[in-house]
């Protein structure tokens, strides 16, 4: 018998396919949060329109323009484009649970019980928190800036902002607070990582202070409002994931005896 010839059993065979499987599902699982990101723009696109999405965006800010002033669009093809990334943004934040729970249950199967049970919070807890910083940046954070930053614009000037520079500035402070709000999450991840603990955290406290306070120095505009509005929840955000972090700790503690992970 020739020693070229094929054997009888493949030995790749029994780590091949399931490797094409777990492909297979990724492409599955992309395909779905993708198709949830562009039903939500379709739906957004209809009602109520890109145009009425730039114009509730950009709400905070023409409140607090000189009357008769408006927003400019200093490209030509910008009237079109700019309202189109809106709707495109704000149709993956409605999705964004989807995508989540996608990725969620892509990693899920290779997971310990012990991990899913800290997995699982974390990932609706920082979905939350990110969506609790974008609000609280529109609702509050927009109006007090605006109303400072005009207060000190001399009379001779009419303010009339370009439409892609307001865009530029509002995704900067969206991520800005949205990554804010997860600091309950990172220290909640460097104590369960034991990285961190508890006792350090809270001796590290005034040290947190003043980077927090450093930190929305950096990433505001130049004004004391905007830093005060990211300085101060940061630091109460700290409090709670120091809190936070004892309960998931042992929550999430892995058994003495072995834990396989679950299909």
Known sequence: MSSFQKPDH???????QPFVAHLIELRDRLMRAALAVLVCFGVLALYPGPGQLYDMLAAPLVAHLPAGSKLIATSVISPFLVPLKITLLTAFLIALPVVLYQAWAFIAPGLYSHEKRLVLPLVVSSTLLFFLGVAFCYFFVFGQVFKFIQSFAPKSITAAPDIEAYLGF??????AFGAAFEVPVIVVVLVRMGLLTVEKLREYRGYFIVIAFVVAAVI????IVSQLAL???????????????????RYSKAPDDSDKPQA
């Open 220 to 223: 505001t505009p130049p004004d």
């Open 170 to 175: 509002v995704m900067n402070m969206f991520i």
């Open 10 to 16: 493949d030995e790749l065979a029994g780590t091949e």
């Open 231 to 249: 300085a101060i929840p940061m630091c109460l955000l700290y409090e709670l994931g120091v809190f936070a972090a004892k309960y998931f700790v």
